[in-house]
C-alpha cells in the first residue's frame, strides 16, 4: 500500500513526534523489551475476549508489533502512524499509511476493534483520537487501550519526574485512574482491566534512545537507580555490573463503544 508522506512540514507539535521516532524506526522493535514482549502483545488480543477475527485497526502503530499477532490470529489489520518511518515498518506486515490518529481515513463503522498501545500520553489531543476511534469502530465495537502508569499513589510523581525527563513530547501523565475516565468521558465503557509488569533493562533503553543526548542518558539513569525507597520496591529496580533493571507496571483496558 502506498504510503501518504503529507503533512510533515505544517504542523509542529507533530513534527517533533515525528523527529524522535524517525530516527529510532529501524531498530524500534528490540529496543525495550515491553514493544516484544509476547505476555504483553498477547494481552491485547485476549482483551478482545472471545470475538471471532474481524477487521482490527492499529493506532499510532510503531513497527506494528501487536498488529502483527492480530494477523496471525485471522484478523485483517489496518495500521497508521504520524511517523512515515514507522508506517513503512509495519507496512511490510499489514496496511499502514502514515497519518494522524486526529482525523482517521476510514468510514464511520469500519472495525470491530481498535487497538492503542504506549501513545495516547504523546497525543495533541487525545479526546479527539477517542472520538475518532469512536466513529470508525462498529457498533459494540472495542478499543483496547495499554499503557504504561504508575503502581499506586507511592510511585507516581517520581515516575511522573523520570518520563518529563526522558520524554520530551510527553503530553500529560496519566495513572490508570485517569485512562479509565478518559475512556469512559468518550463514549466507551469499560469492561475489563488488565495489569501486567515487564521487566527493562534500562541501561538498553537509554542507549537505543538516539534523541537524547549523553548528559540526560546519565540523569535518568541516575533518577531509576536512585529512586527514593518506595519506587524502587515497588519497581523492583536493580543495579549490577553498570546496567539498571526495574518493572514497568501496564495497564491492558477493554473499552466498549456505547452510544454517545
Ligand atoms: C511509543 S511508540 C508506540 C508504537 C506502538 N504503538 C507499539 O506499541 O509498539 C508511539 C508511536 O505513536 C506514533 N504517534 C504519535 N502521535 C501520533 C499521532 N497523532 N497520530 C498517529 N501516530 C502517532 C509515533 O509516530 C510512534 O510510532
Redesign the pocket.
Known sequence: MAINHGQRKTMNP?NS??DQ?RKRARTYSGSANW?SDCGLIRAHLEACGRRPPGHALE?????G??GRDFRAAGWSVCG????RE?AEEANQFFPCICV???KIPFLDDSFDVAVL???YF???DGRKVLAEIHRVLKPGGVLVLSQTVPYSDADADWLEHIHRTKQAQLKRFFTEEDLALELERSCFRVTARRRLSVREDITRWLAAAPELSAKKRAQVRGLVADAPEAYRRLHRVQSQGGAVFENWNWVVFSARKRRP
Not at 59 to 63: E, I, K
Not at 80 to 83: N, V
Open positions: 507533530a513526534v515525528i521516532f514493544i493506532l499510532c502503530c510503531g513497527t508489533m501487536v497508521i502512524d504520524l511517523t514507522m494522524t490518529a486526529e498501545r504506549q501513545a504523546l497525543l495533541e
